[in-house]
């Protein structure tokens, strides 16, 4: 067994099989979104043809959504799972947000609550796509007056709550739109079958990936995700795997792991956030914990990376006009710069 080629087969970085962006997500389940300009260039190297401009229309159109989900952090999903994902998130997400809020010694009663969360919403109806500043702006009308902090716990406890999520796509700042008019599919599902819907997307396109590798992931609770392995049921099976130095690992498999396609030689320029490292919670298969440091830090801060043959091995830089790599691990070929003309040619078209 290769673990890192089987990751990179079935996350879509390498022979990826989606020609849209939007078909992406849906296959993903979810995508960590934290980087705004860079969550475009996550989703396009997966598809055949990457490109801005077509990243864009699935996000104006709505049939890609970004908002706070699990963990308490940026998220992209498809519109279909939209609804059911926020059922099966929220609840743990929220209490996510409420520790972080104690700990910062911040109060948000109910009532407030309710009453900031009616006045972004009518802000939402009246403009359609909003910014932050508009919120603030449409506040102070009001005679409402908070600090950044405060206001975005205000906005997450909108998109918790499926009133507020992502608008159109700016060139650099957030946007918010009325959920219900965004996502016109209100998709229902029993929690057992969102719950089975997650776990599948995620060992479908993260396998090989351990118990824990999940757990970290989806932010539910370890019993809930075992649920959904159990929910599963032979379509996950077991292999244990163990490499020099890394201890033993239970890897689930799904029934229709991609295996085919994997070549040597290749490089990626990964973005920061990207789901190839932040989709797991244990990291060293493909990074040494001797260069963790270069990827992220303790804080949850994560930088873009390159990687060779799927093993992380140096930084890059986006947003210049020419390649700028720091290698850490190895000497560098050619073919990167082959991606990097890939990158620019993405934000062309």
Known sequence: MNPIALRLLNQQLIC???????????????????????MRWAVAMRTKKPSAKAFKKAFDSGQIVRLHLMRGTWQLVSANDYWPLLDLCAPKALAVIKGWMSSNKISIPDEEAMKIREILAQTATDKGSVTKEDFVQALAEKGISMDEHRL??????????????????LPMKATYALAADKV???????RDEALAM??????????????????WWSGLNINDCRRGIEILGDYLHVEMWRAASLPLREFYFTDDCRTRGFRKGKYLLIPPYDEYLIGYKSRDIV????????????????QPIIAHDGVICGNWTPFKKELQADFFMGEHGSDVFVEWEKYKLFQEK
């Open 152 to 169: 975005s716990y205000h906005i997450r406890y909108a998109e918790l709550s499926g009133t507020l999520c992502s608008g159109d796509l």
């Open 16 to 38: 990826p099989q989606f020609d849209k962006p939007e078909e992406v997500i849906k296959q993903m389940g979810a995508m960590q979104a934290q980087e705004y300009r860079m």
């Open 184 to 190: 016109k599919n209100r998709n229902k599902m029993h």
């Open 287 to 302: 990074l040494s914990p001797d260069y963790s440091h270069k990827a992220h830090n303790n804080s949850g801060i994560f």
């Open 198 to 215: 997650l776990t599948r997307k995620y060992f479908q396109s993260r396998q090989p990936a351990t118990l824990e590798d999940f757990v």
